[in-house]
């Protein structure tokens, strides 16, 4: 019996590292191909006409005076031959709406557009003739979900791309993500590199220096963003199998939105579950699409960088991965649903989803061990700690050396040296910790806790002077 | 032959260079170059050059944005401002001369076309 | 000694973690060392050639004036590579008379030797780098076009699309239009890359050679060209106006039955057929207008619209109650865009349906379907009363 659980145990956490491993290794193989002389295929700026669709920019705003203007600002600044930018008031309670108001003297008007996703009422919708393509609606407060789906309402547009408010984009990122829509047929979503900008310095508006950030979990997190949110994605990708897509920046074509009904309002992980949903509808009825990511960077976030705010955070995203499964746990093992179904939800379930609660359960029963008289089993300790702790270091490691053979965007070699320390430290307690909140967030999630909690931000206009 | 400041906000490294050869070899003009936007704004707010060259395509404010500042400012409403850019297509020219640019040379472009205009915007003074 | 299982895989975890460890740090130095040293060369290279070049292309008369900055440079790779991305980069500043003078030395032997050993190689690499540089040279002999031609085939997607680029520097436009139609059979062609041979296709037709004829419709009517290519071609006609393949397309779209499949084809015949002002297609299009696709009937609206003329627009006012809200909004667009009698033919509608309205208890609709009715009703005249608003304001979205 004790041989069962210590060999489950083993088994557990030498087939996540090595899933993990082979995302790393074949997202690297996967970008090296694709940038192999890229600029053979450059678009030139003489044949435009339909390749390009036209793209409507959700920023859904809820108490963002500090900051909505300079986003907003920056988003005019995009190079891209058509786009509009679609801010939604989500019923603010500070000055969000008077200011957007007052400094690009807008005046309130009407537009005409079908409400085919409910939402909560429309207080007005203001506009400038000025910058034609600059619509603000400000709206009863009803939460992210619907302020996207009032902003999907009235965009006009092929695409939506949904973001955070507080992105920060590059100003080509449309021109690079429109690559993948014209690509791949059919593409009805694609998310891209979301990367941390926490310790990046910022002259004149321009990124002039890209380091790791100065505090001790904004670098543990730089580090755990290229093993599972860069190359994890990409890796995913490269299997025709992805499942999320990042919430800083998302971009969709609207009527496949509109075709599965538009976010849904009462979810906590919102992002994810729409993809699903989408996986969902279009697996069922046998149409062709396309779910992709782009291996480029194209986004900018803050990371939060105080103990609270990144656990209220990940307790968040566990909560909404816990709901996204839930809702559409028949898809789980269910052929209609081919890969996704059967590998792709399965693989979340039982190593994202319920992987923490093992992997807790896991320690717990080493601590006991200790406690157990004449307990010999040193092999099985020492077995244990090679295939947690050492294995997941190499995985990491193996992560910060693919950013170095990939993109190289860290301008120093010590940002490297800082992230390879940072690897070892990340399997020795910060992964463990993590677990601890990720089963908080399942306790949470089967309690029905539907909070968003703070994250108390520095505003990257701390930055810029540095 | 004309004297004068001319000061051009442009970030691609063979077009200022280009420029400043043609401005040494044609002009006796002081040549300041800027390769950010914002920075090329600042000074050119706190000096006062007779001509402006600026590009579109800029790290830090866009020329259009530029241009649009310079044009609602009492100290250069009349200032001579040349656009120059890649983008080439009618809608960005029109804009730049509804911004009141005073002249728009699309790239790629000829050097004697080049001096040649400068030469007319500058006696019109 | 015999080490059991266990240690085995612990010490195999524990020598991957050293190695990768090591490698990093060997990698990461090593690389960047590198790079800072081929920055710096490359900064010290530019600084001596470029003012070489820009003197070179200020005083050169003849074309052996080109030798003289060539005998400058070595033979070796990078510096060869080196230079003509300056070159690369002078054409996008500077045309004309410059130009020309660029061009001596671009095509100058140096690199003609150094990249047709690259085109005969059987590296991929060495296939592309020759192909991207012959695009720019534009020089092209027989043998060569023998060689492009058989690299069209080729496995790797790039290698086959930069030989197509390069042959459509081909004087014989039977060889650039074969070129064509054999890249377009590839299931991995992009539609960036069809854009771009498309239009390098027509703009060295229309330079140097003679073009007999629309060859371009050989491709829409070769039966293995997939249609989102022939989709492709369409669009850039249009784009680009090509007023010489009116008919031709009239005549096309009358051959393209209506099914799902065939959907986008006509969509973008119909575009086509309004971009180029095709008033003989007017009967053709109408009849499409009652085709169960949205998108299809929207595109009539718009290319009726760009046909003109006032039949056309009634026919469109007539459209007004499709049951489509999309349908209707483009109609509504349309005709209060319309600088002429747009917004007459509104008032007469509204006219017509208030007339019906007061007249409604003696309808014979059933209740259900009146509602619907009036429903739409309401929506169409907000919707006039709301774009019209616009316009008068200049709120209106930048028409696609």
């Known amino acids: ?466 | ?125 | 000694m015999y080490l059991s299982l266990t240690y085995q895989t612990v010490l195999l975890l524990l020598m991957l973690l050293l190695t990768t460890f090591l490698y990093l740090l060997v990698y990461t130095f090593w690389t960047r060392a590198k790079k800072k040293y081929w920055s710096r060369y490359k900064v010290k290279f530019r600084a001596m050639f470029m003012p070489l070049i820009l003197d070179y292309i200020e005083t050169a008369n003849r074309q052996s004036d080109a030798d003289d900055v060539i005998k400058k440079l070595t033979r070796r790779n990078e510096d060869i590579v080196l230079f003509l991305e300056i070159l690369d980069e002078i054409t996008e500043i500077l045309n004309g008379d410059d130009r020309k003078k660029l061009n001596w030395l671009i095509k100058h032997a140096l690199f003609d030797r150094f990249y047709r050993k690259k085109l005969y190689s059987n590296s991929v690499n060495a296939q592309l780098l020759a192909c991207v540089y012959y695009s720019k040279s534009g020089y092209l002999n027989r043998k060569m076009t023998v060689r492009l031609i058989s690299l069209i085939s080729s496995r790797n997607t790039k290698v086959a699309y930069a030989s197509a680029k390069v042959l459509q520097n081909s004087t014989n436009e039977y060889i650039r239009l074969n070129t064509l139609k054999s890249f377009f059979k590839r299931p991995d062609a992009s539609s960036m890359m069809i854009g771009e041979l498309l239009h390098l296709f027509h703009q060295n037709a229309d330079k140097i050679y003679q073009m007999s004829g629309i060859l371009l419709k050989q491709l829409l009517l070769q039966k293995d060209i997939p249609k989102d290519r022939k989709q492709l071609v369409i669009d850039y006609i249009a784009y680009h106006n090509l007023y010489e393949y009116s008919l031709f397309l009239r005549n096309y779209l009358q051959t393209v039955l209506y099914r799902f499949e065939n959907k986008s084809l006509i969509v973008s015949l119909i575009n086509a057929l309004g971009e180029l002002r095709v008033k003989e297609a007017g009967t053709l299009i109408r009849s499409y207008s009652t085709i169960q696709n949205a998108e299809i009937r929207i595109c009539c609206v718009e290319a009726l619209n760009q046909l003109g003329g006032s039949d056309n627009l009634s026919f469109i006012t007539g459209m007004l109650l499709d049951i489509e809200f999309d349908v209707r909004k483009r109609i509504i667009q349309t005709l209060v865009q319309d600088p002429d009698n747009g917004h007459l033919l509104l008032e007469k509608f509204m006219l017509t349906y208030l007339k019906f309205v007061s007249k409604v208890w003696t309808s014979e609709l059933p209740p259900n379907d009146m509602l619907v009715f009036i429903n739409k009703l309401r929506s169409i005249t907000t919707g006039i009363r709301i774009t019209s608003a616009n316009k008068a304001l200049h709120f209106n979205p930048v028409q696609k």
């Not at chain 1, 678009?43 to 793209?55: A, E």
């Not at chain 1, 092929?158 to 984009?169: E, F, G, K």
């Not at chain 1, 790791?212 to 994890?232: C, H, K, M, T």
């Not at chain 1, 990939?406 to 307690?429: H, P, Q, R």
Request: charged share 25%; glycine share 6%; aromatic share 12%.
């Open chain 2, 1 to 125: 032959m004309l004297k004068g400041n001319v000061v051009v906000i442009e970030d691609d490294e063979i077009t200022g260079i280009l420029i400043k050869r043609i401005f040494e070899r044609e002009f006796k003009f002081n040549f300041v170059l800027f390769r950010n936007g914002l920075e090329g704004l600042e000074y050119i707010q706190n000096n006062s050059p007779s001509l402006i060259i600026l590009d579109i395509m800029l790290p830090g404010k866009n020329g259009f944005e530029i241009l649009k500042e310079l044009r609602e400012s009492e100290a250069h409403k009349n200032t001579k401002i040349i656009l120059l850019s890649a983008k080439s297509n009618s809608s960005d020219i029109e804009r730049g001369f509804d911004l009141s640019a005073d002249e728009y040379i699309t790239k790629p472009f000829q050097q004697q076309e080049f001096v040649v205009r400068i030469r007319k915007l500058m006696r019109a003074s």
């Open chain 1, 1 to 466: 019996m004790i041989q069962a659980i210590e060999w489950g145990i083993i088994t557990y956490f030498l087939s996540l590292n090595s899933v993990y491993l082979l995302l790393v290794i074949s997202s690297l193989i996967y970008i090296r191909q694709q940038m192999l002389l890229s600029d053979v295929v450059k678009p030139s700026s003489l044949f435009k006409s339909k390749v390009y669709k036209t793209i409507s920019i959700l920023v859904p705003a809820y108490n963002e005076a500090g900051n909505i203007i300079e986003s907003v600002e920056s988003l005019l600044r995009l190079e891209y031959p058509e786009y509009e930018i679609i801010v939604i008031n989500d019923g603010s309670s500070d000055e969000t709406i008077e200011r957007l108001k007052d400094h690009f003297k807008l005046t309130k008007t009407e537009l005409f557009y079908k409400q085919s996703i409910d939402h909560q009422p429309v207080r007005g919708i203001y506009k400038t003739a000025e910058i034609p393509n600059l619509t603000v609606i400000d709206k009863e407060n009803g939460g992210k979900s619907d302020a996207l789906n009032a902003g999907i309402n009235v965009s006009d547009y092929d695409l939506v791309c949904s973001i955070d408010a507080d992105s920060i984009l590059e100003q080509d990122v449309l021109k690079k993500l429109i690559q993948t829509f014209v690509r791949h047929k059919d593409t009805i979503a694609a998310g891209g590199i979301v990367r941390v900008i926490n310790g990046c310095k910022i002259v004149n508006r321009e990124i002039k220096e890209i380091h790791v950030p100065d505090g001790f979990l904004g670098r543990l997190q730089s580090v755990e963003y290229l093993r599972a949110f860069l190359f994890g994605r990409v890796g995913w990708d490269y299997l025709k199998s992805l499942l999320i897509i990042s919430g800083a920046f998302g971009i969709f074509d609207r009527k496949a939105i509109l075709e599965v009904g538009g976010y849904s309002v009462d979810s906590v992980g919102e992002d994810i579950e729409l993809i699903i949903r989408l996986h969902s509808h279009f697996l069922r009825s046998k149409k062709e699409y396309n779910i992709r990511f782009l291996p480029e960077p194209i986004c900018w976030t803050e990371v939060p960088v105080d103990y609270k705010s990144l656990k209220n955070q990940r307790n968040r995203w566990h909560r909404g991965l816990a709901d996204s499964l839930w809702r559409h746990k028949y898809m789980l093992f269910n052929p209609t649903y081919g890969r996704i179904g059967l590998l792709v939800m399965p693989f979340f379930l039982i190593f994202e989803l319920i992987g923490p609660i093992i992997i807790l359960l896991s320690y717990l029963y080493l601590g006991v061990l200790f406690f157990i008289p004449g307990y010999t089993s040193i092999s099985f300790i020492v077995l244990f700690f090679a295939v947690s702790v050492i294995y997941g270091m190499v995985v990491s490691l193996i992560s910060v050396l693919a950013e170095e053979i990939a993109y190289k965007t860290y301008s120093s070699t010590k940002d490297i040296l800082i992230l390879t320390a940072y690897s070892f430290i990340e399997n020795m307690g910060y992964r463990q910790i993590h677990s601890f909140w990720q089963v908080l967030g399942i306790i949470d999630f089967i309690k029905g806790n539907k909070s968003w909690g703070n994250m108390r931000r520095e505003g990257f206009k701390v930055n810029s002077t540095k």
